[in-house]
């Protein structure tokens, strides 16, 4: 299923292909793409293409991303055990999801990663305790396990905070610059190894403490 691989593999070319034909052309989809953004109040958010790789002319924000699942949440709440799929499996291939969280935190059931080296490594991390769902937006982080922690970390603050008197995402004003992407890259891919340049997980080291986010 093509949303599945996109979800679990960041299918970047099925992504471009799902696209290209419901837009008929990558422009022409992007131009959709901006439209719902528009409708959604995404005020610091440029699409140019289907997948996310790297433009001067595509960014967003935090919250832009945040209002964005919100909107998935609310209106396909159908899809949304989709987004805890732990991995699929090709012939005798199996591909485990990019989110550490799935199956590793408690109550982890989303969203969605992402990496290029000018953004660094991306993720929507979302989480349900008790009938209340918690999402945290990372950008910009190292490493596929840092983003997680850091994800981690942000709905471990979450839960621990009481929902009233909290400041609501409506209520948050838009902010930085809304015409440029920030680029990343010499920072996060600069002298790297392939490897490290991977959403995979890595193996730990023998002497490493385990990291909850990392492994099982």
């Known amino acids: 299923n093509a949303l599945k691989m996109m979800l679990v593999k960041s299918a970047n070319d099925i992504a471009m292909a799902v696209g290209e034909n419901i837009g008929g052309t990558q422009a022409a989809f992007a131009d959709r793409m901006n439209a719902e953004a528009a409708r959604l109040g995404m005020t610091g958010t440029h699409f140019v293409n289907p997948n996310g790789l790297y433009s001067p002319d595509q960014y967003t924000t935090a919250r832009d991303l945040a209002l964005l699942v919100m909107a998935i949440r609310g209106e396909f709440p159908q899809y949304a055990p989709w987004f805890s799929i732990e991995g699929l499996a ?21 969203m ?81 190894t392939k490897a490290e340049q991977s959403e995979a997980a890595p193996a730990p080291a023998k002497d490493a403490p385990k990291s909850p986010y990392q492994v099982k």
Do not use: W
């Open 112 to 192: 969605k990663t992402g990496f290029v080296c000018s953004s660094g490594f991306n993720m929507i991390g979302s989480a349900t305790r008790n009938g209340r769902t918690l999402v945290a937006v990372v950008l910009g982080e190292k490493s596929a396990v840092s983003r997680a922690e850091t994800a981690a970390k942000l709905l471990d603050q979450g839960f621990d905070t009481p929902t009233t008197g909290s400041t609501t995402l409506a209520a948050l004003p838009s902010y930085g610059d809304t015409i440029s992407a920030n680029d990343l890259h010499d920072e996060i891919c600069k002298k790297k």
């Open 90 to 110: 090709v012939g005798k291939k199996a591909l485990p999801n990019y989110n550490l969280l799935i199956g590793r935190y408690p109550g982890a059931d989303g």
